[in-house]
């Protein structure tokens, strides 16, 4: 572990010197790529620091307690009584900073909330859930860009598509993609009884072509008039954009923006969202498995939380034990750091597991 610490090191140094090369620095791309990877390092090199400083210290009251002078002793004795703990907490933390990130999580997002079943409740929620993620956005100081709206009868929206970006969103919000589901009495409800409905989350990483092997001449692009809400825009321009890879026959479109330069945007991401996921799984079946156990499908079967009023409660459903379960007043006011805290650990739990088989 220490060869490779010490690799890491050396790695670290050498972005810090490529930090001031004018001309690395001229170039925002390449200056914010080269910051972003000597951040990352930071974390991991001022713990090696620290574990060094500590072993240090080890060997030093080891070699106390041979002097002959019973107070060193006891002074060495005490010392390592402190010591050995932080030493075996310090390879722990280590241990989880080694794990290999997931390149994708820097990336920005393209965030969907749409009403599944209930009817006009679970719009009603869908509005609930926007407000729940916009109140943890401004939190993190993230920016938010709404590219499309369109909503419900009696309130909230029946579906919603936002662009998201900041640090490291989809790092965090990479686990809200599923359906959502609610119990509570609705609105609508006369009779005071509860009922149970859902909302979908999708969480899109923006991809960029240099990251999908694609080539632009197997490219086919289609544009058709938009459908649903909108207005008469959708009925008098072809703003709709359709995107057909050739050599695979996927395709993907977007009809969500009011602009055909947005829809083409939003359409030629999926496409590359679809396709990098093809080559991914192709290439690492069992961790492509293992991500869709976390994140979920988004199908509205694939119930991920639920948000229970009448016992103020909200549970994950890929928790277990009491760790499942939050304050739903809390949650529902964008507090949503604990349980996408507890998913991690999940995560870094199975990537660890992974690593010792």
Known sequence: MLDKLEAIKE??????????DPEIVVDPAKYRKISKAYKDLK????????????????????????????????????????????????????????????????????FEIRAGTGGDEASIFAGDLYRMYMRYFETLGWETEVVSINEGTVGG??????EISGEDVYGRLKFESGAHRVQRVPKTESQGRIHTSAATVA?????????????????????????????????????????????????????????QIKNREIA??????????????????????QRRSLVGSGDRSDKIRTYNYPQNRVTDHRLEG????????????????????????????????????
């Open 157 to 162: 929206y029946s579906k919603i598509v936002l």
């Open 11 to 20: 790695r670290y140094l050498t972005l810090e010197e490529q930090m001031s």
């Open 43 to 110: 974390v991991v090199v001022d713990a090696y620091e620290a574990y060094k400083l500590v072993l240090g210290n080890i060997d030093t009251a080891r070699l106390m307690l041979k002097e002959d002078d019973p107070d060193m002793q006891e002074m060495a004795a005490a010392e390592l009584e402190e010591l050995i703990p932080q030493k075996g907490e310090l390879e722990e933390k280590i241990k989880v900073l080694l794990i290999p990130k997931d390149p994708e999580d820097a990336r920005d997002v393209i």
């Open 322 to 357: 009491d760790v499942k379960n939050f304050n739903l007043q809390q949650v529902i006011e964008g507090e949503l750091d604990p349980i996408i805290d507890a998913l991690h650990v999940v995560e870094t739990s199975e990537k660890m597991k992974a690593g010792v088989e």
């Open 268 to 289: 030629l991401q999926r496409l590359y969202q679809k396709i990098y996921e093809a080559q991914r799984e192709a290439h690492d079946s069992k961790m492509a498995a």
């Open 203 to 259: 969480v899109i990483p923006k991809l960029e072509m240099d990251d999908v092997n694609i080539n632009k001449a197997d490219l086919k692009v289609d544009t058709f008039r938009s459908s649903g809400a909108g207005g008469q825009h959708v009925n008098k321009t072809e703003s709709g954009v359709r995107f057909t890879h050739i050599p695979t026959g996927i395709v993907a479109e977007s009809q969500d923006g009011r602009s």
